[in-house]
């Protein structure tokens, strides 16, 4: 248990989070909520023990697995309802199509943008009229910054990675315009971050 992978940020941010999305998800009897970019699955654990007629299913890309396995080998014993390991790396495979409720924290400004575009695409594609997506994560404003911290995590995630960085709100909105998903609701969330709801 000690040595079990652990985000303190997730510890703090998954109760904000399950607040707002529990009215989306307290009007599905059932349905599978699908996350992208799970590493530790503290997320979705959390979500799934809320809603037990919801399958949660989880996935990472092929070279953090391993971390999500681990993590999912531990909290699976007491959540039957939380699902996968599922392989998702935009820019190398498909999404899986039609799942009610897609969800993602904190990849975004992780991954180049050129693979963001690529999960836009993806999401856009993969999801039908009765999906909801929650994307969360901290975002730029018309290219402005909405506190210091950001501007400081932005300037760390540069020298760790030039391809990585706060994305662009418009830039997120205006991508999924382009395939019909729309942005539903702008939420600003604890820690300068957004939790941004689209539908298609
Ligand atoms: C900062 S971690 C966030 C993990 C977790 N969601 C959280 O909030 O703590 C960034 C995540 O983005 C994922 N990621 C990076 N590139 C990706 C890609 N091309 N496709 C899908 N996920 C990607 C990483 O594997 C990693 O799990």
Request: aromatic share 12%.
């Given at each position: 248990m ?5 985000s303190?940020a997730?510890?703090r941010?998954k ?5 707002v999305?529990t009215p989306y998800?307290?009007?599905s009897d059932?349905?599978e ?8 699955c503290?997320?979705s654990?959390?979500?799934a023990?809320a809603?037990?007629?919801?399958d949660?299913?989880t ?11 681990m993590?999912?080998?531990h909290?699976q014993?007491k959540?039957p309802?939380l699902k ?7 820019g ?7 799942k009610?409720f897609?969800?993602t924290a ?5 991954m180049p943008?050129?693979a963001?575009?690529t999960f836009?695409?993806d999401l856009?594609?993969?999801m039908d009229?009765n999906?909801t997506l929650?994307?969360?994560?901290p975002?730029k404003?018309h290219?402005?910054?909405t ?7 932005d ?7 030039a391809q ?18 729309f942005?539903?609701e702008d ?7 957004q939790?941004?709801?689209?539908t298609?």
């Amino acid at each position: 248990m000690n040595d079990l992978p652990n985000s303190e940020a997730c510890e703090r941010n998954k109760g904000p989070i399950l607040e707002v999305i529990t009215p989306y998800l307290s009007s599905s009897d059932n349905g599978e909520f699908f996350e992208i970019g799970s590493l530790t699955c503290q997320h979705s654990a959390h979500f799934a023990k809320a809603f037990a007629q919801i399958d949660f299913i989880t996935s990472e890309i092929r070279d953090n697995q391993n971390v999500l396995k681990m993590c999912l080998s531990h909290y699976q014993k007491k959540i039957p309802n939380l699902k996968g390991p599922l392989v998702y790396e935009a820019g190398f495979n498909k999404l899986e199509a039609g799942k009610k409720f897609y969800f993602t924290a904190n990849t975004l400004h992780i991954m180049p943008w050129k693979a963001a575009k690529t999960f836009i695409k993806d999401l856009a594609t993969a999801m039908d009229e009765n999906s909801t997506l929650f994307i969360y994560g901290p975002f730029k404003y018309h290219g402005n910054y909405t506190s210091t911290s950001n501007e400081q995590f932005d300037g760390f995630l540069k020298e760790r990675d030039a391809q990585s960085g706060i994305r662009n709100f418009e830039d997120i909105c205006n991508n999924f315009l382009k395939k019909g998903v729309f942005l539903k609701e702008d939420i600003a969330m604890p820690a300068n971050n957004q939790l941004l709801i689209f539908t298609k």
